[in-house]
T-cell receptor
Framework: GAVVSQHPSWVICKSGTSVKIECRSLDFQATTMFWYRQFPKQSLMLMAT?????????EQGVEKDKFLINHASLTLSTLTVTSAHPEDSSFYICSARDLQGDQETQYFGPGTRLLVL | AQSVSQHNHHVILSEAASLELGCNYSYGGTVNLFWYVQYPGQHLQLLLKYFSGDPLVKGIKGFEAEFIKSKFSFNLRKPSVQWSDTAEYFC????????????FGKGTTLSVSS
């Protein structure tokens, strides 16, 4: 299957700093990528849809000024958590949409664990 | 709005037992259906997917799922589980429109004892 990478895999930062997470599709081009948040023992919560060359679409309740998304190329989307606070500590997962004809499959990155002290 | 429900929160089985995990969705239109697995400490991996055609879909590692349109269901099955199948299983759905997001069920934890 297609491969999606995320970097970094682990981040520990002080409250008030900004953290950038990269999501790359390694062997396919993805016009659309998605960012999720996963809490312990829970399912994935969609945060935003990232479209190459245009503004991201945020889900209700997700602050777009807090979670900045940039999808500058067909293989890279970045999520920046601005002025991070302890409540932002979580597991952030991206996925990239692989479109084959009219069939689309999302492939997931390994996730980034963020701990804000 | 679309939603996905997985009936079993935690399933505990012995090795060689048969497995069936339930998944139902609510959406009136045509959907794509997926099962993902998350092994401990690892990322989500695609187990199998259904777009159209034969409603019985075979995936990796001996898993299969059957799409029953009339029941809005896409249950996951495996005839004989192994200890290595211990993981979290997620059913997901998206509407058949380009770029729509996946809607996930809450997941089912499968614990297999040897």
């Amino acid at each position: 299957g297609a491969v999606v990478s995320q970097h970094p895999s682990w981040v520990i930062c002080k409250s008030g700093t900004s953290v950038k997470i990269e999501c790359r599709s390694l062997d396919f081009q993805a016009t659309t990528m998605f960012w999720y948040r996963q809490f312990p023992k829970q399912s994935l919560m969609l945060m935003a849809t990232s479209n190459e060359g245009s503004k991201a679409t945020y889900e209700q309740g997700v602050e777009k000024d807090k979670f900045l998304i940039n999808h500058a190329s067909l293989t890279l989307s970045t999520l920046t958590v601005t002025s991070a606070h302890p409540e932002d500590s979580s597991f952030y997962i991206c996925s990239a949409r692989d479109l084959q004809g009219d069939q689309e499959t999302q492939y997931f990155g390994p996730g980034t664990r963020l701990l804000v002290l | 709005a679309q939603s996905v429900s997985q009936h079993n929160h935690h399933v505990i089985l012995s090795e060689a037992a048969s497995l069936e995990l339930g998944c139902n969705y609510s959406y009136g239109g045509t959907v794509n259906l997926f099962w993902y697995v998350q092994y401990p400490g690892q990322h989500l991996q695609l187990l199998l997917k259904y777009f159209s055609g034969d409603p019985l879909v075979k995936g990796i590692k001996g898993f299969e799922a059957e799409f029953i349109k009339s029941k809005f269901s896409f249950n996951l099955r495996k005839p004989s589980v192994q200890w290595s199948d211990t993981a979290e299983y997620f059913c997901a759905v998206n509407a058949m429109q380009a770029g729509t997001a996946l809607i996930f069920g809450k997941g089912t934890t499968l614990s297999v004892s040897s």
